[in-house]
């Protein structure tokens, strides 16, 4: 393989198998329980605020496109199980226009707060790309994903569903379902904070924040008023 091919074939496979959640120490399986119903009817989009350490984010989530994605996200809110929470890996790409990665965060797996793992909406289904700013679902293979999620500091397509893939994981790629519309000088503050150079396993070698940047509350705000019609 001659070095410009290596440049542009790298990008795509690292991020698909680097944008899975870290694994937990071995021990008992976490144990998903069953969804929790919706408290209230959600519209086309759902706003959410998350307040963290380094500042506030504001999503806005695509209900309309990606129904379980969304709903599994409004869910673990409501629940207030993101609060607490942390965002805890920066995914820092070396190439391209920077700044170019991810943040991840969520719950990593803890047995006592995951609920029953979602059925994958791929981007092929929902429209939905993988653009700077866009929140996408971490997973292992397609129907795991639960509570974590990343926020994309540039555009990563190789993260789009690609039907004409010979990787079943690339065919599927990852499901997307809104993106952030205030904050993302907050998403970058945490993308700049201190790495762990020892902690990790693999592909999240070096990618682990050292300390991690905690969500101190995760909650659904509503729509800004429409602008009054001119007189």
Known sequence: MNRRFALLAIPA??????AAPPKKPLGKRPVATKPAPLPAPLGDTVRVALVTE???????????????????FVRYVDLKKFDGITFYRSMRLPW????????????????LK???????????????????????MARYAPGTAT????????????????????????????????HVTAGMDVVRKIWDAPLSPTKGEGPL??????PPVKILSARRIADPPAPKPMP
């Open 54 to 72: 380094m500042g506030p984010i504001e999503l806005e989530l695509d209900h309309k496109r990606a129904p379980i994605t969304t709903e599994n």
């Open 96 to 111: 391209g226009e920077q700044p170019n990665g991810l943040i991840q965060g969520g719950l990593q797996g803890h047995p």
């Open 205 to 210: 070698k070096g990618q682990l924040l050292e």
């Open 13 to 18: 496979l690292f991020v698909l198998v680097a």
């Open 147 to 178: 509570a974590d999620w990343s926020i994309l500091l540039s555009d990563l397509p190789s993260l789009d569903a690609d039907p004409k893939a010979t990787e079943p994981d690339a065919q599927a790629g990852f499901a997307a379902f809104g």
């Open 114 to 136: 995951i609920l029953k793992p979602i059925t994958h909406e791929p981007t092929s289904l929902t429209g939905i790309s993988h653009k700077a700013g866009t929140i996408s």
